[in-house]
């Protein structure tokens, strides 16, 4: 492997948790960020950002970017060099789209890269994940596609989930902010075994709907009781979103991630129809949104 100065880093946001499959699955968007790293001759940190809301990116050693640039370095017990990192912000920040974890493995990725690939891919999704506390943005953000994780006897286990060409996710992105750590505050420590078990007939019902693109198993599957029923408070407009979603045609409507974006699945010839909706349905209830129709990526950062 060629030791390079500069590495450029492309890294698709995600959609996690897909209703039922709470912190285990997530999928790869076709909605960018991308990351310049350029080693420095001194030791010196420089941060630009450029894109939406730009301005909120830290410029210092906090940055999320940085953290897991240094994590790699610091993994394979080498001081990080001086580096000059330049942002074009595609992903919005704290929404529900996995703009965390793009920053995880650009770091990532950018440190292996710059540090000659000391580690496998597998060894970077580890760190990612470890980083991250949870697999189901970094999984796919690093390898695209949708993808489940589950623990195994050495390590994560990453399984792709067949998505049939047909369900396109729609997105509806609000005007305001949630951060994940708050969305998570709201969760409790505990559930029932009835709770339990709606989630794991439903994941499993969601994986075959996912591969078959069958509505009826789709409209049944995209249902939660871990995290959505404690969530929805935190969105003003929910119900007045998913009705709408729904009455255009949507199979259903989930909270993307931790939120406060919502997903609606639909079939192509039902998109456009469920976008246009969700988004009067927004406006009417005074809230700010752009929604999205976008299509699965398959190559992850690159
Ligand atoms: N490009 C970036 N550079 C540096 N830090 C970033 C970047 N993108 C996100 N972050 C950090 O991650 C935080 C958002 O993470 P958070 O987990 O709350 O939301 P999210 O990842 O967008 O949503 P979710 O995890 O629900 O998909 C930002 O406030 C910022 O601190
Ligand atoms: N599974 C995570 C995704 C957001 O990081 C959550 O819902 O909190």
């Known amino acids: 492997m060629s030791v390079v100065s500069s590495v450029t880093v492309k890294v698709p946001g995600t959609t996690a948790n897909l209703g039922p499959g709470f912190d285990c699955i997530g999928a790869a968007l076709t909605i960018y960020n991308q990351f310049q790293f350029t080693r420095l001759e001194t030791s010196e940190l420089i941060i630009q950002a450029t894109g939406a809301e730009a301005e909120r990116v830290p410029t210092d050693e906090s940055n999320l970017l940085y953290q897991a640039f240094a994590k790699l370095y610091q993994y394979i017990d080498q ?154 408070a935190l969105i003003p407009g929910y119900d007045a979103v998913n009705t709408a979603a729904v009455a255009a045609g949507a199979y259903g409507m989930v909270i993307s991630g931790a939120g406060p974006t919502l997903l609606a699945l639909a079939d192509v010839s039902h998109a456009a129809a469920v976008a246009a909706a969700m988004s009067t349905a927004w406006q009417e209830a005074g809230i700010k949104a752009v929604v999205r129709s976008l299509a699965l990526d398959t190559h992850g950062a690159t």
């Not at 067949?162 to 005007?175: E, F, K, N, Q, T």
């Not at 559930?191 to 969601?206: P, Q």
């Open 79 to 232: 001081t990080p060099p001086g580096v000059k990192i330049e942002i074009e912000l595609g992903v919005p920040l704290a929404r529900g789209l996995g703009s965390s974890a793009t920053a995880i493995v650009g770091g990532l990725v950018a440190a292996n890269r710059l540090a000659g690939e000391p580690l496998s891919q597998a060894q970077v999704m580890e760190l990612a994940i470890a980083i991250e506390g949870h697999p189901d943005n970094v999984v796919p953000a690093l390898v695209g596609g949708c993808r489940l994780a589950a623990t195994g006897a050495t390590g994560w286990e990453i399984c792709d989930v067949p998505w049939h060409g047909d369900i396109v996710p729609v997105l509806a992105i609000p005007d305001f902010e949630l951060s994940t750590s708050e969305a998570r505050r709201v969760l409790p420590t505990e559930y029932s075994r009835a709770d339990a078990i709606f989630n794991t007939a439903h994941l499993g019902l969601l994986l075959r709907g996912l591969q078959t693109g069958k509505g009826e198993w789709l409209r049944a599957a995209l249902q939660d009781k871990l995290h959505q029923p404690y969530r929805q």
